[in-house]
């Protein structure tokens, strides 16, 4: 099973996002930064905090890049309602992978119809809950729409550092009977207590926050997760 820490950063300030993504740039191959508008989730980052933060043109221009984009690839968690009506913006400012959160889209088609081309160099990604329905979710992945699913790990997503909720289990288990070759993340309560049962479920990739970020040195926290993965804890 190809296994990949992601750390997860909730930025305020497009600015924030260097000095986060410089600390793991030598350790992660990805990060994930939170986006999240207020309104879907309660607390907002960037770009929805600032008004006068680095406008997301200026990224789709390329006169503005992500921060050590040469070293480490971006994952972009889009916690922001009917993220479908902005889906230019999210797929052109240099991420490789879009995560889409089922409750918070209105109409899949326009995701649906994403440029096949443009699959090609940016992965699509559908996160779902322990609240959500799996029945209405099956049609979009069984129509090729999403390159990996995102179960959240946690009751209440928008918050880094809420406890990890067992049902998440129930969800993964489910996904990975049906879908035995997909791509399956988790994002939310990821931490040295929860990585291995994890693991043994069946996830491919971990998205953390607080377990990375919340002390010590992030290096040492990516290294000392992978080594529970693997066993040598």
Sequence with gaps: ?????????MPKKFDDIAGVAGSVRRDAQTIQLDIMDGIYVPVPTWPF?????????????EDNGFPFWEDINYELDLMITKPEDTLDTWLGIGASR???????????EPIKNIDHVL????QIGLA???????EDIFP??????FDFVQVMGIDHIGYQGEPFDERCFDVIDVLREKYPDMIISVDGGVSEHSVADLADAGVNRFV???AIFGQGLARDNI?????????EI
Excluded at 98 to 108: E, G, L
């Design 208 to 210: 953390a926050g607080s």
């Design 49 to 61: 905090m600032f008004d006068l933060d680095y406008k997301l043109e200026d990224l789709r221009k």
């Design 1 to 9: 099973m190809n296994i990949e820490i992601i750390p997860a950063y």
């Design 140 to 145: 979009l992945i069984d129509g090729g729409y």
């Design 98 to 108: 879009v995560i889409f959160h089922y409750a918070s889209v209105a109409d899949w």
């Design 128 to 134: 779902v809950t322990i609240h959500d329905n799996l």
């Design 223 to 231: 290294h000392y997760l992978q080594d529970i993965i693997d066993g």
């Design 119 to 122: 699959r090609n160099f940016v």
